[in-house]
């Protein structure tokens, strides 16, 4: 149904069997103060042929930076109202709030193909460009963009590269469980968060790692979220898919990075 666009020669480390269970790209903008309520149903009944149902969730709330500006109205804070649109296996949605437009890929069944950026972005591209034109359509106006954003979620099971809190160091070099006085026993949980400033465009990038249990079979892993956000120069399209372009390339670098070369052999690096 969508168009392939041919990928460039890969050039970013690659992966035969990447423990990427999500991906997400959007962007974050300015908060349109005309939206209001019926303009979900209203944008749902423009992609409804391919996404055809949807959910109201909480919204997405980022921490209040120069670059991202939290909704205001009346004098109170007030918290915007975000929508899921889920296509028909529901491998692919879209999440819109009056500050917000992701598309994310998500894997839902084992067998799911992982979906590569070269792939996904295409997608974005289009269904972005009917948001905004729906915008512009309903006298909306068009997003003032601030942060460009890639994220990419991993599961790393129990049992592959890690048995317990202790073997961490072993996917994530920069940790370990070694304590001054040795007095500490092997810890029963760990959670990592770690932010750095980009070096060439403005932006950062954040990762978390999380122990969890996966709902769909039971299975011990840690979720590692890797997200890379970046300011566009301006609010052109062009900008904002060369700022995604850089978001994803951090997002790569960083998790290569932070992660062990005993686990890329376990994950088949190619690059």
């Given at each position: 149904m969508w168009e392939k666009v041919v990928?460039?020669?890969?050039?970013?480390?690659?992966?035969?069997?990447?423990?990427?269970?999500?991906?997400?790209?959007?962007?974050?903008?300015?908060?349109?103060?005309?939206?209001?309520?019926?303009?979900?149903?209203?944008?749902?009944?423009?992609?409804?042929?391919?996404?055809?149902?949807?959910?109201?969730?909480?919204?997405?709330?980022?921490?209040?930076?120069?670059?991202?500006?939290?909704?205001?109205?009346?004098?109170?804070?007030?918290?915007?109202?975000?929508?899921?649109?889920?296509?028909?296996?529901?491998?692919?949605?879209?999440?819109?709030?009056?500050?917000?437009?992701?598309?994310?890929?998500?894997?839902?069944?084992?067998?799911?193909?992982?979906l590569h950026y070269d792939d996904l972005r295409p997608i974005f591209e289009r269904e972005w460009q009917v948001f905004c034109n729906f915008l512009e359509g309903e006298g909306l106006g068009m997003p003032a963009v601030q942060l460009c954003e890639v994220t990419y979620v991993n599961h790393i099971d129990r049992g592959n590269g890690w048995q317990s809190f202790a073997?961490?160091?072993?996917?994530?070099?920069?940790?370990?469980?070694?304590?001054?006085?040795?007095?500490?026993?092997?810890?029963?949980?760990?959670?990592?968060?770690?932010?750095?400033?980009?070096?060439?465009?403005?932006?950062?990038?954040?990762?978390?790692?999380?122990?969890?249990v996966r709902q769909t079979d039971t299975k011990e892993t840690v979720q590692l979220t890797v997200t890379a956000r970046c300011k566009p120069a301006s609010y052109s399209n062009q900008d904002i898919y060369r700022r995604l372009d850089d978001a994803r390339k951090w997002a790569v670098l960083g998790f290569t990075d932070f992660t062990s070369s005993k686990m890329h052999e376990i994950w088949g690096r190619k690059l």
């Open positions: 990928a460039a020669e890969r050039t970013l480390p690659d992966f035969e069997n990447p423990p990427a269970v999500e991906t997400l790209m959007g962007v974050h903008f300015a908060p349109i103060d005309k939206w209001q309520g019926p303009y979900f149903g209203l944008f749902w009944s423009r992609i409804k042929k391919d996404y055809p149902r949807a959910e109201v969730q909480p919204p997405v709330v980022a921490a209040p930076t120069p670059e991202l500006v939290l909704p205001q109205f009346q004098g109170r804070f007030e918290l915007p109202v975000r929508c899921w649109f889920f296509n028909h296996d529901e491998t692919r949605l879209i999440q819109v709030q009056n500050n917000l437009f992701l598309h994310n890929w998500r894997k839902v069944a084992h067998t799911d193909k992982y073997d961490l160091s072993q996917v994530f070099p920069n940790w370990s469980p070694q304590t001054s006085g040795n007095i500490l026993p092997t810890p029963e949980l760990v959670a990592i968060n770690a932010s750095y400033p980009l070096k060439d465009v403005d932006g950062h990038l954040q990762i978390t790692a999380q122990p969890a």
